[in-house]
């Protein structure tokens, strides 16, 4: 009997057969002998080469095939027998290749997390239609708040490639745009704070050498990551490290923007730093997706698309006040 749906998958799955073990911790699914067993005698009776279940065209155009078929079959039906048989607290949901079992809809792998990335790459792309039609061109820093626009949409592009299917390609272009987008904040928050924008010769001998650095800083970065070892603890440590200078140096000039000018605009940045430093605790209080979609991650990506909204309308404010000063400067 072959498979002719994705239910029949399922169906003969459960055929099979299995004895589950005790769960150790949630990390161990892909290493249990009934999963093992499960993808073993699915690829045998499935995955003829001259004969090969048939598999949905909305599947095979994101490059599903039977063996990851069979994979994300046994997934499933490894949890679904050890939640039947033991409540969660019992027998916990195990993530299976370092991921949780998801629901697959449409062929997306996490769904949520595409779509909520899908929002912040939307929230950049309106916030550059609004500082280009907002903030003239002749602004000096418009070029960098444009520029962390690209990449953050370039960020946010590669993370719904990653969230879509989940291949070694895809996630190191998430990592990689993810690692650029976290030093850009970096790179061009101290040109904003300290003005290194100005066309002074102290200032730009100071922006040459910082430029120089973060472009080493980041061709080290991953140079590291893809020459020496794909490290999942130091690409953590180094992007909270990086976006920790940066949330510190906003959280000042928050401070002394707003006793400056007194205005509560002024005080944005410090607000949307709280605000993403407790949308971060989502990626510490990690937890097994709630009815196989939604998890702490994709609530995480869910969590930064207000902030990123309102850190253009910071931009732009930020802008439109400095401009008006030049004017009465000048």
Known sequence: MRLRSPSAWHTIALAIGFLFVQAAHASLGDRLPDFKDCVKVCKEVNCDVEKPTYIPLRHRLL??????ECDYTCQHIVTDTRLARD??????VLQFHGKWPFHRFLGMQEPFSVIFSLLNYLA???GMERLRSEVPASYPLRVYYLLFGYIGRVSWLFSILFHTRDFALTEKLDYFAAGASVLYQLYYTPIRVFRLDRRTPGKQNI????TGLCVLLYTL???YLSLWSWDYTYNMAANVAVGAVSNVLWSWFSWQHYQRLKRPWAAWPGFIVAWIIMAM???LLDFAPWRGFIDAHSLWHLGTVLPTVLWYNFLIRDAKEDLQGMRLKA
């Open 63 to 68: 490059l599903w095939d039977c063996p990851s």
């Open 87 to 92: 409540p969660p607290y019992l027998q916990p």
């Open 124 to 126: 950049h792309d309106h």
């Open 207 to 210: 922006l040459r050498a910082w």
């Open 221 to 223: 970065h991953v140079g």
């Open 281 to 283: 605790s989502l990626e």
